[in-house]
């Protein structure tokens, strides 16, 4: 399985929940902590597919089964995008959080390698010196 499809996967999870409980707001809560869990992949394109699947079930079931996402019968037809706006809004700030978490991530890493190398090379001037040492002696 890649990220993608858990991504996908957890968003028709949460589809499932709202769906279950009939609407209830309190139940798309769901996408939005699936969405923090997501963000820990380091990964932001997976916040993509989980934005799209979200999206793309509420308009969906919205109009084919309002009641199943909103809990009434007879929604306005752009309450998908209320829905969806807010999504979209968080999206952009784990996308901030995951390319950040990277480059700090690839700095730690650099800079763990330069320490390494550096050691690296103490170690061997120290046992030249040494050899060069026993040898005089």
Known sequence: MTRHVIAAAQMLWSALLIH???????????????????????????????????VADHLLRGFLWPESVYGITNPEW????????WVVFAVPFLIV???RSVRDMR??????????ALSEG??????????AEAAAS
């Open 20 to 54: 279950l409980s009939g609407g209830r707001i309190e139940t798309h809560f769901h996408v939005f902590g699936s969405l923090g869990f997501l963000t820990a992949y380091r990964d932001w394109p997976v916040l993509i597919t989980a934005t799209l699947m979200v």
């Open 78 to 85: 752009w309450r998908f995008l209320e829905h969806a706006f």
């Open 97 to 99: 959080l995951c390319v």
């Open 107 to 116: 700095a730690m890493a650099e800079k763990g390698a330069e320490l390494e």
């Open 122 to 131: 103490e170690w061997r001037k120290s046992s030249v010196l040494e050899r």
